[in-house]
Each structure stands twice: as structure tokens, then as C-alpha cells.
């Protein structure tokens, strides 16, 4: 016999009841004893609730106490108080109320809610009757003691107890969450075997089984032969396809379901809503969503995450407020999934103050919610921010997870922030990020883009399992230090590596060529990538053949790649080859590119700086004069340059001409040091070439 149990039978000796309390200074009558100790226990105030019975047993015969036993019994469940289950136990031994179908359930509810297994098992174990053992078996499933219910089930078949449909939908149902399919099989067999366990319930449940455990094909096989049906069938068909990722069958059996007329419920519309999420089919998500709310069909806080989302892809602000809204309306803004996904939805939206401010309001902020944060900065391109966020969240006791060091690593990389990088670099090594490839790739971009081209080469060495993200960011490493023979052969490494190169891998190569003036090997490449990667060239692609010719003056080539492009010239190409022009003072094709350029009417007045100062160089002064005439209609003015620096306490931005720091005195008397002394080094550009001050 179990410690419990026991426990309940001393308990018969003792006999160590609470004693009234204040609560009941007058005696009331039998029925509002027996009122209040319902009502008491269903407000879980079980102090009370056990004085009113103490009275109770006072003024009342022992039939009467069989209810109010059954409550306390569901109190102490719900509480989880062990020491009023093992007394109400007792008392129940005591009245010969053991076997009643209102106290045994509960205790074995009881047990089995608290983990005293042995002691729910030692109840049941001597019962020839199944219904007993359908409580063992549904109380440990219910309470997640998966193992423990099979266990119970392989019991009652070895005693010879007869399992029913109640049994069968029991077991079936921790098959699937175990995801035990042999014993699944197992148990089908058995219901076949019988022929008295079918009914609806239990077809719903073997379609649930086996659809659970990967067996698609059995599970559409039964739900096809069954002659009813109802939304609990049709979920469990649908799920099953949404978890393997099969949503063209989800949804073919979703639009079957609606032609039959059942019924949608919340689970059906959430399963197809998140699958048109997870198919891309952002706007049917949103549809299916608002069409929940307005229909007001069970919308749950899972309806509102996948809202959110679809919101957050669309960039639509609007709609993701009024979700928000009805978050507020709703009571479930603070959960943890639903302000996650706000954060997410406002940062996509450009709103970041929004996205701030749930932040803020957060109850408790799990590392999801500070990922979420993060990356709201990020995609924002709020340097200091993020630099900040990660610093409180380490100060929070949040560790950062591979999610977090890929983002602030990224960042690291765009401001070229080496300190930092190797700072996360530590953090990597030391929490054994090991098999997670996208960390490594990140750490080998950062490298790169900060210039140390031989510490990312070690890093990309090191490891052992490479894709083409980790190859195409040294590649891109070493085009920008000007090394193009070493991106070149690890270009053809990664090609005998077997991996095919992609869009973006071709523009790191034939970057990695125009910056070393590489021609040869860049047309020879841009050759390859039509006719045997089979890549149609991109407007990216075009543009690095552009300045591949440029920069090595051979001008004429250049136009002609541009006037032979199967995809309008961007501006910036354009523009490019007019910078060319200037330096190799070619113009008459850099006349013909500015007027190409001038036509596009761009608002980037970096172009124009281009085109006035190849005109300077010329001698061109009416045209000089008409550019800025015409930056002057169209609003064009030069947006200042902004640099980050890392001061120790985060990054801080810099902007030509500002002058709001404390420090600015002492900054410009710096900088004029440095311009004066790359004036007598010869190191300054013509005064007269540069119109940057002037337009």
C-alpha cells in the first residue's frame, strides 16, 4: 500500500479534523452548511469551506456528507493540498463512501493531479471494472504522465479487465502525444478485434493518433471511410497535414469541410490562417483573420499572433492597431506570445516608438521578447539602441541566446565594431555554439567587413560544415581588401566543394574582379554565370560589370554594357559610369551618361555631385550651371554624412557640420589638425572638383 493511503487510514485514528472557526459564530441549518461548502469550495477557500463541514458533521447524519466530501475533494485538487485530500480520504473510508461514483473519481483525480500515482494506482487495482481504471488512465494523461498511463493500460489489458471506447480514446490520445505509434497500432487492433469500442469519438481519435505520428496516409484512409463526421474529425485531418507542412491537402480538406456545411471552429480557422502565414499567403491570412473577428468566431489570442504577423509582412499599421485593440479588449496584451508579436508588428511597420513603448509595458520580458526588441532595432537601423538593449539585457540576467549574437553580429558587421565582434566571438566559444552555422557565418562576415580578412579566413577554416553564405562572405571579404585572386580561388573551391553558386555569391566574385581590376577573369565569370550556372543576370550583376570597366577606364565597354542590359539601367549605374568618366576624362561619354542620368530626375544629390564635378574638371561651367539650377528645382540637397562611434557606453552617431556635443570645440580643432596636415601631404581632393558645401 502507498505512503498516502496509509497516511488517509492513520488518519482514521487520530481523528485530527480542523475545529470550527470564527466564520460561523451561529448555527445555520443542514442545507446552508451544505450550500456554503459548496459554494466556499468553489472558490477555493478551503479553510472555510472545511469549518462549515466541521459543523456539518456535527448537526447531520453521515448520508449527508457524501456531496460536500465530493467538493472538498475538488477543492483540494485544484489547490493541490495533499494534507485535506489525505483527511477527506480518510473520512471517506470511514463512511463506506470509497466506491461511490462521486468520491472515487475525484480521488483519483486527486492523486494523480498531486503525482501520487502509486497511490491513484492502489485504488484501482483490485477493480475488475473499466471505469475505474479509465479515471487512472485519463488522470495521468491529463496531468502529463504519459509513460504512466500506458503503463496503467498494459495493466488493465493483463488482468483481464475489458477496455471500452472510453479506454481506446484515452490511450489513443497519449499514443499521439508520445508519438508511439506501435502501441497506437497496437490498440487499433484490439478495437478491430472487439468491434466494441467504434464510435465517433474513437475514429477521431485514431485519426488524431496516427495523423500525430506521421501515418498521413492511414489516418486519410479512416477519416475517408467514416460515415460521421463532425469538427473534431475535420481538425484532426487538417492538423495532421498542417504539421507536416502538407497545406495544399490542409487546404483541400478545409474547402471540402466547408461544401459538407460543418461548422468552423476557432482551431480550424487558426490551423488554415497560420498555414496561408506559413505558405507566404500573407493577405489571405489577414482576410481569414479579420473575417474571425468580424464573424466573432471564437477569436483566441493564437487568432490575434497570426493577425499580428500577417500584419507585420504587409506592413500594414492600420490593421495592426485595431488588432491591437481588441488585445486591450480582450485582456491578453500582456501575454507573452501577443506583445512579442506587437513588437515585431510595429518594428516592421516603421514604428519603432510603438514597438518601445509594449516593450516597455511588458510585464516580464523572457528572451524572446528581448530577441523581438533587438531585432526591432535592427530592422530599424537603430545602431545605439541595439548596442544599449543588449547591455541591459545581459544586466537583466537574460543570456543571450544564437538569435541575439546573429543579430548584434550583424550589426557589428555594418559599423565595421571589432571590439565587439571578438567580445561575441567569446561568448560563441564559450557557450558551445558549435553546430549552429549561421553563428559562424556572421562571425565571418563581421571579419571580413572590419577588415581583418586573416582572422575571418581562421574562422572559416575552423569550420566543418560550410555553405554558401559562409564561402560568398569571405569571398566578399577578400573583394573589399582588394585581394581578387584569392576570391577568385575560393570561388572555384566552393564550386569543387559542390556548391552552386547563387545570385548573390556572382555579385561578391564579380565584385571582388571590378575592385581588383580583374577584367578578364570578371568576364569570364559573368559568361559562366549565364550559360552554366544558369543564373539570368540581375540589375546587381550588371552593375558590377559597369564598374568593373570603369574602373579599369575601358569606358566604351562600360556604355555598352549598359545599353545592351536586358534591365533598365538603375541611376546609381548610370551615375557610376559619370564618376569614371571624371577620373579618366573622358567627356564625351560622360556627357552621354549625365544626360541618361539628368533624365531619371533622381533625388540622390550624390549623383549630381558626380555630374557637376566631371563638368568642373571640363571646364564645362554652363552645364555646371545648369545642374545646380535644376537640384535647386527639384528640392535635391546633400544629406550630411553620419558616422558611428563606440565610446565605451554604446555607439554614438556623428553627422558633418554637428556641433550639439559638448566637446565640439576640441572635435573641429582636431579635425582641422588632420585636414591641414593631409593638405601638405597632398592627400585632399581639388577644392575646385568638390560642389558637396555648395549643392
Not at 471552429?265 to 493577405?283: K, P
Not at 537603430?382 to 549574437?405: C, H, R, W
Not at 569550420?463 to 562572405?473: A, K, L, V
Request: with cysteine.
Amino acid at each position: 500500500m502507498s505512503v498516502p493511503v496509509c497516511s488517509a487510514r492513520s488518519l482514521l485514528r487520530n481523528r485530527s479534523w480542523p475545529k470550527s472557526s470564527e466564520t460561523f459564530q451561529q448555527t445555520p441549518s443542514i442545507t446552508e452548511l451544505i450550500d456554503s461548502i459548496a459554494n466556499l469550495s468553489t472558490l477555493n477557500q478551503l479553510s472555510s469551506a472545511f469549518s462549515a463541514f466541521s459543523l456539518l458533521q456535527l448537526h447531520s447524519t453521515s448520508s449527508l456528507l457524501l456531496r460536500p466530501i465530493s467538493s472538498l475533494l475538488s477543492c483540494s485538487t485544484t489547490i493541490k493540498s495533499l494534507s485535506h485530500g489525505l483527511q477527506l480520504h480518510a473520512k471517506a473510508i470511514t463512511l463506506g463512501f470509497l466506491n461511490s461514483h462521486l468520491i472515487f473519481p475525484r480521488l483519483t483525480s486527486f492523486y494523480t493531479s498531486l503525482g501520487h500515482l502509486s497511490s491513484a494506482h492502489s485504488l484501482v487495482v483490485d477493480s475488475l471494472d473499466v471505469l475505474p481504471w479509465n479515471m487512472l488512465i485519463s488522470g495521468c494523461a491529463k496531468n502529463g504522465f504519459f509513460l504512466q498511463a500506458v503503463d496503467a493500460y498494459r495493466d488493465l489489458v493483463q488482468r483481464g479487465v475489458e477496455p471500452d471506447s472510453f479506454t481506446f480514446t484515452s490511450v489513443l490520445s497519449v499514443c499521439g502525444e508520445v508519438l508511439d505509434l506501435e502501441l497506437g497500432k497496437e490498440v487499433h487492433a484490439r478495437i478491430m478485434e472487439g468491434n466494441a469500442g467504434w464510435n465517433l469519438f474513437v475514429m477521431n481519435a485514431l485519426v488524431a493518433m496516427y495523423s500525430k505520428c506521421g501515418s498521413l496516409d492511414v489516418a486519410r484512409k479512416l477519416f475517408d471511410g467514416m460515415l460521421e463526421r463532425d469538427v473534431v474529425s475535420w481538425n484532426s485531418m487538417i492538423s495532421g497535414y498542417a504539421s507536416k507542412g502538407m497545406w495544399k491537402e490542409a487546404f483541400q480538406v478545409f474547402d471540402w469541410m466547408r461544401g459538407e456545411g460543418v461548422e468552423v471552429n476557432s482551431v480550424t480557422w487558426n490551423t488554415i490562417a497560420g498555414g496561408c502565414l506559413q505558405m507566404g499567403e500573407h493577405e489571405e491570412a489577414l482576410r481569414l483573420v479579420s473575417q474571425m473577428i468580424w464573424c466573432g468566431s471564437g477569436v483566441d489570442f493564437v487568432t490575434l499572433v497570426i493577425g499580428l504577423n500577417a500584419c507585420s509582412r504587409l506592413g500594414s499599421l492600420k490593421l495592426g492597431k485595431e488588432i491591437h485593440g481588441l488585445a486591450v479588449r480582450m485582456c491578453c496584451d500582456g501575454m507573452e506570445s501577443v506583445h512579442n508579436a506587437l513588437i515585431i508588428m510595429y518594428s516592421r511597420c516603421k514604428s519603432i516608438n510603438y514597438a518601445c513603448i509594449v516593450f516597455g509595458r511588458a510585464k516580464s520580458r523572457s528572451l524572446v521578447t528581448w530577441n523581438s526588441m533587438i531585432a526591432g532595432f535592427a530592422l530599424a537601423d537603430k545602431v545605439e539602441e541595439i548596442s544599449l538593449a543588449f547591455q541591459d539585457m545581459v544586466s537583466s540576467g537574460v543570456q543571450p541566446n544564437y538569435v541575439t549574437v546573429v543579430t548584434v553580429l550583424s550589426l557589428c558587421a555594418r559599423v565595421a565594431n571589432l571590439q565587439h565582434g571578438c567580445e561575441l566571438h567569446c561568448h560563441i566559444i564559450k557557450h558551445g555554439y558549435k553546430g549552429y552555422r549561421l553563428l559562424w557565418n556572421a562571425l565571418v562576415d563581421m571579419y571580413s567587413k572590419s577588415g581583418r580578412i586573416s582572422v575571418a579566413k581562421r574562422v572559416f577554416d575552423m569550420m566543418s560544415d560550410r555553405d554558401g553564405i559562409s564561402y560568398t562572405s569571405l569571398i566578399a571579404g577578400f573583394g573589399m581588401q582588394g585581394d581578387g585572386q584569392s576570391a577568385v580561388e575560393l570561388f572555384e573551391d566552393m564550386i569543387e566543394y559542390g556548391i552552386k553558386p547563387d545570385h548573390v555569391s556572382m555579385v561578391a566574385i564579380l565584385s571582388a574582379c571590378s575592385h581588383s581590376g580583374l577584367v578578364s577573369e570578371g568576364e569570364v565569370l559573368f559568361n559562366k554565370m549565364v550559360n552554366l550556372y544558369g543564373i539570368a543576370p540581375h540589375m546587381e550583376h550588371f552593375s558590377c560589370m559597369v564598374d568593373l570597366y570603369s574602373r579599369a577606364g575601358l569606358l566604351s565597354k562600360a556604355e555598352e554594357m549598359l545599353n545592351g542590359a536586358t534591365l533598365p539601367p538603375t541611376a546609381a549605374m548610370w551615375a557610376a559610369l559619370v564618376g569614371a568618366c571624371q577620373v579618366h576624362g573622358n567627356t564625351e561619354i560622360g556627357e552621354r551618361a549625365a544626360r541618361k542620368l539628368l533624365e531619371m530626375k533622381t533625388d540622390n544629390a550624390g549623383h549630381y555631385v558626380l555630374i557637376a564635378n566631371m563638368y568642373a574638371a571640363a571646364g564645362c561651367w554652363e552645364e555646371l550651371a545648369k545642374v545646380r539650377t535644376l537640384m535647386r528645382d527639384l528640392g535635391v540637397r546633400k544629406a550630411p554624412g553620419c558616422a558611428w562611434v563606440d565610446l565605451g557606453n554604446g555607439f554614438h552617431p556623428f553627422l558633418v557640420g554637428d556641433r550639439s556635443s559638448p566637446l565640439s570645440p576640441e572635435i573641429y580643432e582636431v579635425l582641422d589638425a588632420l585636414c591641414e596636415q593631409m593638405r601638405d601631404t597632398g592627400n585632399i581632393a581639388d577644392e575646385m572638383l568638390v560642389f558637396d558645401e555648395q549643392l
